[in-house]
C-alpha cells in the first residue's frame, strides 16, 4: 500500500511541476509578446494610451512574480 501511494505521489508531483513550468513559459511568451506589440506600436500611442500600457505592463509584471511563487509554494 505505501509503494502505491508513495507512486501516486511522485506522479503527481511530477504532473504539477510540467504544469506549473508550462504555465509560466506561456505566461512569458504571453508578456514577450505584448511587449513586442507595443513596442512596434509605441510611437503610434498619445499619452493617455502609454500610461494605460505602462499600468498594464506593471500588472503582468505582478502577476507573473506572483505565479511563479505560487508555483514554487505549491512544489514545497
Known amino acids: 500500500m505505501r509503494l502505491w ?7 503527481i508531483n511530477s504532473h504539477q511541476k510540467y504544469f506549473l513550468n ?3 513559459y506561456k ?3 504571453a508578456t514577450k ?3 513586442e ?3 512596434d506600436h509605441f510611437r503610434n500611442l498619445n499619452t493617455a494610451l502609454i500610461m494605460l500600457v505602462k499600468t ?3 500588472l503582468l509584471t505582478v502577476f507573473h512574480y506572483k505565479a511563479k511563487q ?3 509554494l ?3
Open 5 to 11: 501511494l508513495n507512486l501516486k505521489a511522485s506522479f
Open 22 to 24: 508550462t504555465i509560466a
Open 27 to 29: 505566461e512569458f511568451e
Open 33 to 35: 509578446s505584448y511587449l
Open 37 to 39: 506589440t507595443v513596442n
Open 56 to 58: 498594464q505592463q506593471n
Open 70 to 72: 505560487l508555483g514554487g
Open 74 to 76: 505549491m512544489l514545497n
